[in-house]
């Protein structure tokens, strides 16, 4: 096992851990799940830090700038930061919408500097999981929220084009899943 594999399966054990003890300790799981994105930042700075060539690099620098929008969006993270009524007046802003739209340009971004397609096979499936990534940030369709960095995933292993980074999409795409089923069965 890699080092990648080593820091993602270390994440997803401490996550399953802590939704054990809290099982164990109060009779119900509950998984940290508004955390989760910043756990995949934290594990994607380590990555960036591994990248040994410029592309990989330029495609993790995407990816976690995409996801510090993602992170300053949600307002569990920003109670961190600020208080309670200042928090009230950035939520009724047009701020978090703006996060919200950069962070979608940057993960379109971020997926045509991963994928490249050439063939056209390659820029079907692009613009469908494009379509996928846009369709997941309307408002009707938020159930699809949890699916892209799965298809993404699927997609990578089926070209058999696995590089050590993709580790950090199997993370996302796994504590997407997770955070999916736990909205799930919470309803």
Known sequence: MGREARIVFLSLLTIL?????ILLEKGFLVLPFPLFDSIVFIAGIRFLFWADNRKT??????????????IASKPFMLEIFIDGQNL??????????????VHLLLFIVF???????KKMMEWVSFCLLLALLIASQMPMMDF????????????????KAMLP????????????????????FST
Do not use: N, Q, T
């Not at 699809?144 to 070209?159: D, E």
């Open 111 to 117: 997926f045509s500097a991963l994928i490249r397609p």
């Open 57 to 70: 690099r330029l495609v993790l620098g995407l990816f976690l700038s995409a996801l510090l929008f993602v």
């Open 165 to 184: 980074i993709y580790y950090l999409f199997i993370l996302k795409a796994s504590l997407d899943l997770l955070e999916g089923v736990m909205m799930l």
């Open 88 to 101: 009230e007046i950035f939520i009724a802003s047009i701020w978090p919408d703006v996060f919200k739209l």
């Open 17 to 21: 851990l802590y939704g054990f003890i």
């Open 144 to 159: 699809l929220l949890f699916v892209p960095f799965s298809v993404l995933v699927l997609y990578l292993y089926l070209r």
